[in-house]
């Protein structure tokens, strides 16, 4: 099994900065992408940003040039440095990998449990 724990959100003033942190821990035998999602209420969960093993990232238009993905692959972590915050980066944000296992085929699919993000205007 695969566990995700995130780490760093809070309360923020609009303009301002957040780093959130998400490390796996686990039995695993590599971690493929690493992702954050997030959900706001009353809204679907949707993709943030994802970064590859080599280090290729995508982000989603509405934080371009404001989120930055990176990870330690050493460490299995992943982080997510917001800046330049908005009211409507307001959400929860949950950490995602795609992992695989020892044995041929195994895969897991964890989230992490969420941390909470408020932005204020």
């Known amino acids: 099994q695969v566990q995700l724990v995130e780490s760093g959100g809070g309360l923020v003033q609009a303009g301002g900065s957040l780093r959130l942190s998400c490390a796996a821990s686990g039995s695993f035998r590599s971690i493929n992408i690493m992702e954050w999602y997030r959900q706001a209420p009353g809204k679907e969960r949707e993709l943030v940003a994802g970064?590859?093993?080599?280090?290729?990232?995508n982000y989603a238009d509405s934080v371009k040039g404001r989120f930055a993905i990176s990870r330690d692959n050493a460490k299995n972590t992943v982080s997510l440095q917001m800046n330049s915050l908005k009211p409507e980066d307001t959400a929860v944000y949950y950490c995602h990998a795609a992992v695989a296992g020892w044995g041929f085929g195994i895969r897991y699919d964890p989230w992490g449990q969420g941390t909470q993000v408020i932005v204020s205007s």
């Open positions: 970064i590859s093993r080599d280090g290729n990232v």
